[in-house]
């Protein structure tokens, strides 16, 4: 009996659908509605003034223009949000079968890492 049980349960366990992979850069938050879209790893750079720049190319596969909204949080050393205008939400039309690029400048040298969501605008 166990004989037989054996080959089953690894039977089973081999048709189980494995998780998808984690994404590779956690301060990338996808929403599901965005999971159509190519999304490159950020480049992480910094002006001459010294305050960080990020840039993340997007690609929209669709025959549709795409409404996307995003928004950049920039984190001081100890991880906590800086607060300014700039974290407010952003709207942009992602043309269809195109790459665009979204930008984003960190508004103080106090910004160390940063926090980009991506959603699709529903206004």
Known sequence: MIRLAL???LLLAACE???????????LI?????AGL??????????ADGRLRVNVN??????FDFPLRYQTDWLDETGRPLST?????AFRSLARTTVTTIDADAP?????????TLDVDAR
Do not use: K, W, Y
């Not at 997007?58 to 025959?63: A, R």
């Open 58 to 63: 997007i690609f929209n596969p669709n025959n």
């Open 17 to 27: 659908t494995p998780p998808p992979p984690p994404r590779a850069d956690p301060r």
């Open 85 to 89: 205008l700039q974290s407010r939400p």
């Open 38 to 47: 190519g999304i490159s790893e950020p480049q992480l750079g910094s002006g």
């Open 7 to 9: 080959p089953l349960v």
């Open 108 to 116: 103080s040298t106090r910004a160390r890492d940063f926090r980009m």
């Open 30 to 34: 996808l929403t599901p509605s965005v």
